[in-house]
């Protein structure tokens, strides 16, 4: 079953470009994450806290300023007033472990969702790399290792969380809803146990008031084989002219193919 977001009603972002201006501060709150940013002749000063409960919902906003960031960090930036607070995936894979029966018989495909915790990233100026002033986390997600000692890949765990329909989700404001599709081009039952997703090489796109990132098409041929993952739009449920709200960390190869036969052997093990 093929799922669409409601397109029609367009939302106001609060992701962009902000001016700081003299005694105001720029305040954005998501997940655990808290920040204020000021604007100083030569650069900003930013402050981070991080919240014991999670905000009530994702917010930018630029007020008076009410009291002195004195003990916030530096960043000397130049003459610019000009900041650009973007979402960003997180900068390494994530795991998920399946805790359901999940089968996928040959030449069928599965599409599931998952949610995963956005980052929030702070350029100056213009939104190029380096520009990046800092990047923060709303939400700590744990380490983990997947594959062999010797030859795997270090990414975060995102438990067993995921649904056939996004609704499944009960998406929170700080997280990202992420498609993803399971060909088994095989002749052999597919078993689903752990499965490892590139998110970093994910684009992400404002559908309605969510955060939807590429549709990942991850393609098994068999245990001996190597099978190829790709990452694109997809019509039907990022809409024609989907919004690109921020760009994958890792933007050259975007589709591969010798990394995705690793975690098709963890993914069918018995």
């Given at each position: 079953?093929?799922?669409?977001?409601?397109?029609?009603?367009?939302?106001?972002?609060?992701?962009?470009?902000?001016?700081?201006?003299?005694?105001?501060?720029?305040?954005?709150?998501?997940?655990?994450?808290?920040?204020?940013?000021?604007?100083?002749?030569?650069?900003?000063?930013?402050?981070?806290?991080k919240?014991?409960?999670?905000?009530?919902?994702?917010?930018?906003?630029?007020?008076?300023?009410?009291?002195?960031?004195?003990?916030?960090?530096?960043?000397?930036?130049?003459?610019?007033?000009?900041?650009?607070?973007?979402?960003?995936?997180?900068?390494?894979?994530?795991?998920?472990?399946?805790?359901?029966?999940?089968?996928?018989?040959?030449?069928?495909?599965?599409?599931?969702?998952?949610?995963?915790?956005?980052?929030?990233?702070l350029?100056?100026?213009?939104?190029?790399?380096?520009?990046?002033?800092?990047?923060?986390?709303?939400?700590?997600?744990?380490?983990?290792?997947?594959?062999?000692?010797?030859?795997?890949?270090?990414?975060?765990?995102?438990?067993?969380?995921?649904?056939?329909?996004?609704?499944?989700?009960?998406?929170?404001?700080?997280?990202?809803?992420?498609?993803?599709?399971i060909?088994?081009?095989?002749?052999?039952?597919?078993?689903?146990?752990?499965?490892?997703?590139?998110?970093?090489?994910?684009?992400?796109?404002?559908?309605?008031?969510?955060?939807?990132?590429?549709?990942?098409t991850?393609?098994?041929?068999?245990?001996?084989?190597?099978?190829?993952?790709?990452?694109?739009?997809?019509?039907?449920?990022?809409?024609?002219?989907?919004?690109?709200?921020?760009?994958?960390?890792?933007?050259?190869?975007?589709?591969?193919?010798?990394?995705?036969?690793?975690?098709?052997k963890?993914?069918?093990?018995?």
């Amino acid at each position: 079953m093929k799922h669409s977001f409601n397109l029609m009603q367009k939302q106001k972002t609060i992701w962009g470009k902000y001016e700081g201006k003299a005694a105001q501060i720029i305040r954005c709150e998501g997940g655990y994450c808290a920040l204020q940013m000021e604007h100083l002749p030569g650069g900003w000063l930013i402050r981070q806290e991080k919240k014991a409960e999670i905000a009530a919902q994702l917010i930018v906003d630029q007020s008076t300023a009410v009291q002195s960031l004195s003990d916030a960090q530096i960043y000397q930036t130049g003459r610019s007033a000009v900041l650009h607070i973007l979402p960003a995936m997180p900068p390494k894979p994530v795991v998920l472990r399946s805790n359901k029966k999940v089968s996928i018989r040959p030449h069928q495909t599965l599409r599931i969702y998952l949610a995963v915790p956005l980052y929030i990233q702070l350029y100056y100026k213009q939104v190029e790399n380096d520009n990046l002033l800092c990047d923060y986390e709303t939400e700590r997600l744990s380490d983990t290792w997947f594959g062999e000692p010797d030859s795997g890949t270090p990414a975060f765990t995102v438990g067993s969380r995921f649904g056939l329909q996004p609704e499944e989700l009960a998406v929170q404001q700080h997280e990202i809803i992420v498609p993803v599709n399971i060909h088994n081009a095989s002749t052999q039952l597919l078993d689903l146990q752990r499965l490892l997703i590139h998110v970093e090489l994910m684009n992400l796109y404002q559908l309605g008031d969510k955060l939807v990132a590429d549709m990942g098409t991850i393609e098994f041929k068999g245990q001996e084989q190597v099978g190829h993952v790709n990452f694109s739009t997809d019509k039907a449920l990022h809409g024609t002219n989907p919004t690109l709200i921020g760009k994958a960390r890792q933007t050259a190869n975007r589709n591969i193919l010798g990394h995705s036969f690793h975690f098709i052997k963890q993914m069918t093990q018995l």
